[in-house]
């Protein structure tokens, strides 16, 4: 139950940082990544994640696969 | 006095036009006088960036004399924005001729700055970039409102360039924005113009350098695969 960040396309904009209710988004290293253990994937704040909402690149902010 | 170092073609061919322009036409004259009035070396983008009032007094007034509309129409010639602009010789380019290259997009109103706004800019200058060459490949005039014939005149633009990954602008709209992205070209925003060249010095810095990921994956996956390695160290 957390998303991740496909760090190839990630384009380090920032715009996903400030919107998580959770703070669970920082920047790495080398692109931002989404703390796992804190991300809900938006459940109980929002209908959709919002980084995904607010993300310019198509599938660069994915569910982890179980 | 500056020393002339090496003009480019297109700046030679400039002077050159601007200097016919003059009432009593001397190329070595004027040649003299552009060259007092700018510290640097005569390049494209510090000639372009003389003004009319500059020219008039510079070298102890050589053109105090000369009336100011012809002064504007040398400046205009020697920035690029005249009707007889002057463009650089494109050069072939082969798909696979430089290993770890992009291709890239500059809008530009005078082929000689990235000075566009990304819907009414005169040009996109694309070139191919890796980090030891930057070869310009193409000039694409792109189209403007009459020619988009009630489709989308963005949309339009954006499939000009369709082949390029980057895209240097001074400006653009987000409903534009939108669509470049879209198409999988990534736009940069600059906050003032800046010239070609200096952009592309500057984005061979970064690729010689470690360049982000998504662009290493823009350049082909080569370096990719070395950054995620060392992503998973840091993790």
Not at chain 1, 9 to 17: M, V
Not at chain 1, 27 to 44: L, R, Y
Not at chain 1, 46 to 65: A, E, M, S, T, Y
Not at chain 2, 156 to 166: G, M, N, S, T, Y
């Amino acid at each position: 139950m957390a998303l991740y960040i496909v760090e190839a396309d990630c384009i380090s904009c920032g715009d996903c940082e400030p919107v998580c209710p959770t703070n669970s988004i920082t920047e790495g290293a080398i692109v931002f990544k989404i703390d796992k253990k804190t991300c809900t994937e938006c459940e109980g704040d929002f209908d959709i994640p919002q980084c995904v909402k607010v993300c310019p690149i198509d599938n660069c902010i994915l569910p982890i696969p179980a | 006095m500056t020393s002339l170092g090496f003009l480019s073609r297109e700046l030679a061919l400039r002077i050159a036009l601007a200097a016919r322009v003059l009432p009593d036409p001397n190329l070595k004259q004027l040649l003299a006088v552009l060259s007092r009035c700018t510290t640097e070396q005569l390049t494209d983008s510090n000639v372009a960036a003389i003004d009319a009032a500059t020219l008039k007094t510079a070298a102890n007034g050589v053109f105090a004399n000369v009336d100011d509309m012809v002064l504007q129409q040398v400046v205009a010639i020697l920035s690029n924005t005249a009707p007889e602009y002057v463009l650089p010789s494109v050069q072939a380019y082969h798909a696979g001729d430089m290993p770890a290259s992009v291709t890239i997009a500059c809008a530009t109103d005078d082929a000689i700055h990235v000075n566009g706004h990304f819907s009414t800019c005169t040009w996109f200058m694309v070139y191919q970039v890796s980090c030891d060459e930057a070869r310009l490949i193409d000039i694409r005039k792109a189209v403007h409102k009459h020619d988009a014939l009630g489709e989308d005149k963005n949309v339009l633009r954006a499939e000009q360039i369709q082949d390029c990954k980057v895209l240097y602008v001074i400006s653009i709209g987000g409903p534009a924005a939108a669509k470049v992205v879209k198409l999988g070209i990534h736009p940069i925003k600059l906050n003032e113009a800046n010239a070609l060249t200096d952009i592309l010095t500057r984005l061979q810095q970064v690729l010689a350098a470690t360049p982000p990921p998504w662009l290493a994956k823009a350049m082909g996956n080569v370096a990719s695969e070395r950054l995620t390695s060392a992503w998973d160290s840091v993790e």
